[in-house]
């Protein structure tokens, strides 16, 4: 409301310039939203500004563009997952090579891209794979534990174990990500369970995996 | 003569009153929050339909996205267009849909509870003594009074209600609502045959697992007044004793407590003037798993090997004792029943 049009003029009657005071005031209010809060008192309102929460990273974080995505360093079974690098095929997330020593020169964070065709109603899921023996052993992580994009998080191979770390949200063409959702915040223990099986079919879930 | 018009003493001042109350005095930067986690509300007044929503920062269960119930017109765009896609119709702007809660939908604040002064009882003692839900000593530092109405007498004399001492002009109220996280599952249940005269057949009872219907595939949040969780079962023979395995699992998420201004009556609206707190209670995403559904384990059924009549007497004497195998792996069965009740673990 313009100031002016409170302002009252000679010869004005009071009760019309009355409810255009009181019209005024009761616009003039703090409104409280996700980001601020307001407290009330008899001497006037305390207004609390909240900050953006600073960023968390943790491993497995998984960020990037709108087509590829990168995801930080994090480990299972103390062992560090693969990723299929759109330029270099598959290397460590960790940016180091398979023995473990850094690049010299150093390379780019490896980056992998998205496939449209792995999607399920404009999401995808970017998850761990394992394929382990009947003990648990991850091998050669450079085969068996890597990072892959799946429509679906439980996968379709029953052989290997799938573990959803991020959910991404793409546009209508399914191309683009548009959002980033993570699911897992830390490290991950994965354990191989024996099933008693019937007639040589192994019943229930056997990859677990817990946080560490 | 022209008359004076003239404007209450009372008038004047209830709005110099508010103007005082809106001005204002303090600004006050947080601390910034180390992360924003999982599960995490957002409160905010909704200034166009007069009432408190939230938002919630999205969660996972066994890595599945969650669904809120919301109004049409606090979905987001993306909800909105995937409700179309699947032929949804009739999409006005008052009809409740769910949403995945990762397509940042408004939920709204619904029916809440008072706690402290105007609340209901939560229980009475032996000795006639009342008891509340108690008012968090954070609120009562901010002023907040715990409910104080008590009864007096006794059953055969005549009950009394008596109220506390006055609770001055600077009293606060505290109203609260909790949001809880569900996962439907399957539960164990007793069925009961009462038998028949006509074909001669016995009552029995059978132990099925199943879902009634309905089974929602996603976990999803309910907002309300108070959260009540079945009791947990004592053992897991549970069913034996009577009780129901519901068939779901359920776990608090938050309470949002609103704070009212100083002075504000016991029938006040939750309005803009109120202050929101969020407890949370998880900060984590999380997995889910229901009791494993055991397995039918076959029994050593009774026989009895006789050389009577040349042998020809035991295919008999097996027909005979056949409805009682039947009897007893039905017995079986329901010693080993169980109700399904799961667990929520964070990862």
Request: with cysteine; glycine share 6%; net charge neutral.
């Amino acid at each position: 409301m313009n100031i002016e049009q409170i302002k009252v003029r000679n010869g004005e009657s009071i009760q019309k310039a009355w409810d255009r005071l009181v019209k005024w005031v009761e616009s003039l209010k703090v409104q409280p939203n996700d980001m601020v809060s307001i407290n009330e008192t008899p001497n006037g309102v305390i207004v609390k500004v909240r900050r953006e929460a600073k960023t968390f990273n943790h491993p497995f974080k998984v960020y990037g563009s709108t087509e590829t995505i990168r995801v930080t360093s994090g480990l299972v079974n103390g062992q560090v997952p693969y990723i299929n690098d759109k330029l270099e095929g598959w290397r460590r997330i960790d940016n180091r090579k398979s023995d473990g020593g850094k690049y010299d020169p150093e390379k780019t964070i490896p980056e992998m891209e998205i496939d449209s065709g792995k999607t399920k109603e404009n999401k995808t899921y970017i998850c761990i794979e394992v394929e382990s023996n009947d003990e648990g052993t991850i091998k050669n992580p450079e085969t068996d534990l890597r990072i892959v994009q799946l429509a679906d998080p439980e996968g379709e191979d029953k052989k290997k174990g799938y573990y959803p770390i991020a959910l991404l949200y793409l546009d209508k063409s399914g191309k683009k990500i548009e959002q980033f959702f993570q699911v897992v915040h830390h490290n991950l223990r994965y354990v191989r369970q024996k099933q008693a099986s019937e007639n040589k079919k192994v019943k229930g879930n056997q990859h677990l995996f817990f946080p560490l | 003569m022209k008359t004076v018009p003239y404007i209450q003493t009372h008038i004047w001042n209830e709005l110099v009153d508010k103007i005082s109350r809106r001005l204002p005095i303090n600004f006050v930067f947080e601390k910034r929050p180390t992360w924003s986690h999982p599960w995490k509300i957002s409160p905010k007044w909704d200034n166009d339909g007069k009432q408190w929503v939230f938002t919630i920062k999205p969660g996972f269960v066994n890595g599945i996205e969650v669904t809120a119930p919301t109004r049409v017109k606090y979905a987001n765009s993306r909800t909105i267009e995937r409700l179309k896609e699947a032929g949804v119709k009739n999409l006005n702007d008052d009809r409740v849909v769910d949403a995945f809660i990762c397509e940042s939908p408004q939920i709204e604040i619904g029916s809440t509870r008072i706690i402290g002064t105007g609340a209901n009882p939560t229980g009475i003692s032996s000795n006639l003594r009342l008891s509340y839900e108690p008012v968090p000593q954070f609120f009562k530092d901010l002023g907040v009074g715990e409910s104080n109405v008590q009864i007096s007498g006794s059953l055969s004399g005549g009950i009394t209600f008596k109220d506390g001492p006055d609770e001055g002009k600077k009293v606060r109220r505290l109203r609260a609502c909790d949001v809880s996280l569900w996962k439907d599952r399957p539960s164990a249940k007793f069925e009961i045959y009462n038998g028949s005269i006509l074909d001669g057949s016995m009552g029995s009872v059978y132990i099925t697992y199943n879902h009634s219907g309905g089974m929602r595939k996603n976990p999803y949040l309910q907002v309300s007044a108070e959260f009540n969780p079945p009791p947990e079962p004592d053992s897991v023979m549970a069913l034996l004793d009577g009780m129901t395995d519901p068939e779901y699992d359920l776990l608090k998420v938050a309470t949002i407590y609103f704070l009212s201004p100083e002075g504000a009556s016991e029938e006040a609206e939750l309005d803009s003037s109120w202050t929101p707190f969020v407890k949370n209670d998880i900060f984590w995403n999380l997995a889910h798993s229901p009791q494993r559904i055991p397995d039918p384990t076959p029994i050593e059924p009774i026989r009895l090997i006789t050389p009577l009549a040349f042998g020809i007497a035991s295919p008999t004497i097996a027909m005979i004792l056949s409805p009682f195998n039947d009897l007893l792996n039905r017995a079986a069965q329901i010693l080993m029943s169980r109700n399904l009740a799961g667990k929520f673990w964070s990862l």
